[in-house]
Nanobody, 126 residues
Framework: QFTLVESGGGLVQPGGSLRLSCVAL????????IGWFRQAPGKGREGVSC????????RFAESMKGRVTISRDGAKNTVFLEMNNLKPEDPAVYFC???????????????????WGQGTQVTVSP
């Protein structure tokens, strides 16, 4: 049973910060890369950041450079996404995905991921 559960979303003011968590249940967490994606109303699901299974490779969307960090805690089967200086264009449902093929590398394309969580809502409001 492959299950991903996101948490940590909520309401934040512009310029604020939050930390999202993606918990993997029922599979070998260390064998999978984890990607964070977001989907705003009327838009497709776009990549935000990702981290390889080993943690040795990370990538970030250009719009998020300097505002986001990603890390993983193998003991907790969790990947964290910290976002800072949130902007009005950042509100969306944030999803995490798991990728276990092709060496479990890190990609920002949704088609590269095999499993998805249900998402956590991030709202940015003054």
């Amino acid at each position: 049973q492959f299950t991903l559960v996101e948490s940590g979303g909520g309401l934040v003011q512009p310029g604020g910060s939050l930390r999202l968590s993606c918990v993997a249940l029922g599979f070998s967490f260390g064998d999978y890369a984890i990607g964070w994606f977001r989907q705003a109303p009327g838009k497709g699901r776009e990549g935000v950041s990702c981290i390889s299974n080993s943690g040795g490779t990370t990538r970030f969307a250009e719009s998020m450079k300097g505002r986001v960090t990603i890390s993983r805690d193998g003991a907790k089967n969790t990947v964290f996404l910290e976002m800072n200086n949130l902007k009005p264009e950042d509100p969306a449902v944030y999803f995490c995905g798991a990728r276990g093929t092709s060496g479990a590398g890190c990609y920002l394309e949704r088609s590269q991921y095999d499993y998805w969580g249900q998402g956590t809502q991030v709202t940015v409001s003054p």
